[in-house]
């Protein structure tokens, strides 16, 4: 294997373990915004109780995710210093203003949160929350900002000169069309993770504990569930408007995903195609007639064009070369996502039903969907990512710069290696704490509140965690 090809494998790989943190941090800061909210107007105990609960795994979460991300950042001078240079000053400012900004927000306020429990005044502390909350949503609009920029480059001009991409518009950068629909879909899939997340864990704690604080997670189920399924909606809604700019901005991409060879006029939706190893044509396909018409342009009659005709235009426009992406991969990932996250929604249509009036939910297989149901969205958002970014192959920066041109050239494959096998070993070491933290936390169900109260005098006393 080429230096290219592993440095790919490490940002994927980095990528991917990266974003099992971020959606469950997005989403489960707002949930426990509102549970402690909740309390903050009702003064039930249960309502501060579980947020301590959800906000404990809430924390490790988040300190898991900051640990990942920080290499991300390392690997652009590391591996892909060419891409770096190429469009770093356009780049760079979204994620600038994300590390300076958004992320000091939600930390500076979170750790207000983590220890003023018993120092600030409840509605102050209350605004730590969520400010925090807040905090990741600007972090995640910038972060996005950036990654819409490689998928639909705008707000800049080349300078032949120096060989690079100069940022002219950065509002045009902040406004571009693929961040305005990716930003809401994304968002509503984070709180489809953190609704299942605590649902799950409701379940499974009314499943094995029915005797212990029953009240207090029928009301945790209800949140997830009602959460889960909202959000699931608003990913339906989003994604279809998502559906429509790419079609827009990368109709191979949409091609791809519907393994769409020739052009058509209507577009059926393919339901599952059988395509030759190599993935150069279809063998069978079961379809929807003009349904990818619809979802592609909002018009059933409208035409979509297919990947053969697609390349033949590429190679005029940039030359000789394959300009279709992995079909396999494209295809698959599109439709994992689809269907785990419709799963998703089903379990927790299920779950809702089997606790309605007040009845407790049992059977094994409950149990074992209580236990999957936190991983069907969480994989969904991590395959939504996978044909998002292999789905813009060959391009590092569609229509401006190809991978294989993002890679730094000093580096060696023997380096590259050598530091693909040191993250992924530093991972696995983490995804054993993270996993061990919170099942331990999980089973031990909800804290038992302080009988004492301490003296708002005592300025002396040290700060603790609040846990």
């Known amino acids: 294997m080429e230096a290219l090809d592993i440095a790919r494998w490490q940002f994927g790989i980095t990528t991917v373990y990266h974003f099992f943190f971020v959606p469950i941090t997005i989403g489960t800061s707002f949930l426990v915004a509102g549970l402690q909210t909740a309390w903050f107007r009702t003064h039930k105990e249960k309502y501060l109780r579980l947020t301590k ?17 920080i290499v991300q950042e390392f690997q ?7 891409y770096s240079r190429f469009v770093g000053d356009i780049f760079g400012a979204p994620l600038a203003i994300e590390g300076l900004l958004a992320f000091f927000l939600e930390s500076t306020f979170l750790g207000l949160w983590i220890f003023g429990w018993d120092r600030l005044s409840p509605k102050l502390h209350l605004m730590t929350i969520w400010i925090a909350a807040i905090g990741t949503l600007l ?3 910038f972060i996005l900002a950036a990654n819409s920029f490689m998928q639909n480059p705008v707000g800049f001009e080349f300078n032949a000169d120096k ?4 940022l002219t518009d950065f509002w045009a950068v902040l406004t571009n069309k693929v961040l305005l629909v990716t930003f809401p879909h994304q ?24 005797d212990r604080d029953s009240e207090a997670f029928r009301t945790a189920f209800k949140l997830g569930a009602v959460t889960l399924l909202v959000s699931g909606l608003g990913t339906i809604v989003s994604g279809d408007f998502q559906g429509k700019v790419m079609t827009e901005v990368q109709p191979m991409k949409m091609a791809a995903a519907e393994g769409l060879y020739e052009t058509s006029a209507p577009a059926p939706f393919s339901l599952l195609t059988i395509g030759t190893l190599d993935g150069s044509k279809e063998v069978y396909k079961l379809e929807v007639p003009r349904l990818l018409s619809y979802l592609g342009t909002g018009d059933f009659d409208a035409q979509v064009e297919g990947i053969n005709s697609l390349q033949s235009q590429y190679e005029q426009l940039y030359g000789p070369g394959e300009y279709a992406p992995n079909i396999p991969i494209s295809y698959w990932t599109f439709r994992i996502m689809i269907t785990l996250g419709a799963v998703a929604m089903a379990a927790g249509l299920w779950m809702m039903w089997a606790v309605r009036g007040g009845r407790m939910p049992t059977g094994r297989w409950m149990l074992r969907a209580a236990i999957a149901l936190p991983f069907l969205p969480l994989f969904a958002n991590s395959f939504g990512w996978i044909f998002t ?3 813009r192959q060959p391009w590092i920066v569609f229509g401006l710069m190809r991978t294989s041109d993002g890679v730094s050239p000093g580096t060696t494959t023997a380096e590259v290696l050598t530091s693909l096998i040191g993250f992924t070993a530093i991972y696995g070491v983490l995804a054993i704490i993270e996993v ?17 109260v301490p003296d708002d005098d005592d300025t002396d006393a040290p700060l603790a965690f609040a846990y």
């Open 76 to 82: 652009f001078g590391m591996n892909w210093s060419d």
């Open 163 to 166: 060989g690079r991409a100069e």
């Open 53 to 69: 609960f959800f906000g404990k795994l809430f924390l490790i979460n988040f300190a898991l995710g900051v640990a990942t991300g």
């Open 187 to 210: 968002i509503v899939a984070c709180f489809m993770v953190a609704g299942a997340f605590m649902a799950g864990i409701a379940i499974w704690h009314l499943i094995r504990h029915p």
């Open 389 to 391: 970014e292999m789905g």
């Open 139 to 141: 972090s995640s609009y």
């Open 436 to 452: 061990k933290l919170l099942l331990m936390y999980i089973q031990r169900g909800l804290p038992d509140l302080p009988t004492d």
